[in-house]
């Protein structure tokens, strides 16, 4: 869909492009030097078409990287232990520098629970409450869910300024509001996290210089909610009944007054796949360089 005049389109394509060689350039330094990175990713989602979907474009991704991926499927129908010993032994495994582990998860087993057998060191998607736990506490050393930095690297690669300035997180999960609010706070923005209990959202909203959609509701950002000259990044993905991805945010109506937003697709996605290569690539780096200096 086109754009009408106002808000500039941010392109995710071309920002993810160049986080990717930017991890193709690491990987090829490890390479060099006889290490393969490699993240690994522990699949319980027995042929989900939307996780099927992503694992392949993470493992077409890694490969023009030069980043191994390998996916090992575990039976969703076995005990919830199948997927915590396989997440376990990834951690434990030094070929594997990066894991994660693909939603939907098993019924009973919690994002929480998973997480928490991946190590740290290795936790390129920061599923491990401690990984957020180190974020919070601005401790540094763990790394941030792929899609919340890639909130960050979109609002740096466009040069938006964030010290001072008003961000507002619409929605408040572990994996993208939480940890995207403790990013922009860390930029030293004054930040605002909102939820489905948010008396007044549109007013709320209409504070922000950056606002973050991240509620998993198409279209619930409008033209009330976006102050003139904001920037609007959508990460919203809901997949309508026609098949079509669909953001957060009405992007015809808030064009005439936002300064620039993403659009879904082509925004926020690629860019986070991008970032879990950078991350991987980064883990790779500094298990090598401690393997060195030990
Ligand atoms: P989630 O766990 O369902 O969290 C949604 C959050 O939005 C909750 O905090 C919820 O509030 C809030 N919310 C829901 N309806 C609201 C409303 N009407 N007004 C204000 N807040 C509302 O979802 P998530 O995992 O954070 O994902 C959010 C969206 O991002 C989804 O569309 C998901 O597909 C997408 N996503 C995209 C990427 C990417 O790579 N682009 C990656 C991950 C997720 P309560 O806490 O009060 O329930």
């Known amino acids: 869909m086109s754009t009408p005049p106002g808000a500039r389109r941010i392109d995710g394509r071309a ?11 690491v990987a090829s330094a490890l390479r060099e030097r006889g290490v393969q990175p490699l993240l690994a990713v522990a699949d319980p989602t027995a042929g989900d078409e ?12 890694a490969e023009q990287t030069g980043i191994g991926c390998q996916i090992h499927p575990v039976d969703p129908a076995g005990r919830q232990e199948a997927v915590t010993s396989l997440l376990t032994r990834l951690s434990g495994d ?24 991946i190590a740290v060191a290795k936790d390129v998607d ?11 506490a601005g401790l540094g050393g763990a790394f941030a869910p792929a899609t919340a ?8 690669a466009e040069g938006v ?20 609010a403790l990013l922009l706070l860390a930029e030293n923005a004054t930040v605002t996290v909102c939820h489905s209990r948010t008396a007044g959202l549109a007013a709320v909203c209409r504070e922000a210089d950056v606002l973050v959609a991240a509620a998993g509701r ?9 102050a003139p ?11 309508t009944p026609g098949g079509v991805m669909a953001g957060d945010v009405d992007e015809a109506a808030v064009t005439p007054a936002a300064a620039a937003l993403t659009p879904v697709p082509g925004g926020v996605g690629p860019v986070t796949t991008a970032q879990l290569l950078r991350q991987t690539a980064a883990a790779a780096w500094r298990a090598e360089t401690s393997r060195i200096q030990s």
């Open 218 to 226: 198409p279209g619930l950002i409008g033209a009330a909610h976006v």
């Open 229 to 239: 000259g904001a920037v609007v990044i959508d990460v919203g993905i809901t997949a």
């Open 94 to 117: 030094p070929a594997v520098h990066g894991v994660i582990c693909q939603a939907p998860l098993p019924p009973g087993l919690t994002a929480a629970a998973a997480g928490a057998c």
């Open 50 to 61: 939307g996780a099927a979907w992503y694992m392949r474009s993470i493992s077409r991704a």
């Open 15 to 25: 920002i993810a492009a160049r986080l990717r060689a930017q991890a193709a350039e």
């Open 149 to 156: 930095a890639a909130v960050i690297e979109i609002l740096r």
């Open 126 to 136: 920061g599923a491990n409450p401690a990984s957020l736990g180190q974020l919070a």
């Open 161 to 180: 300024p964030l010290e001072g300035r008003r961000a507002v997180v619409v929605g408040r999960s572990t994996v993208v509001g939480k940890p995207a």
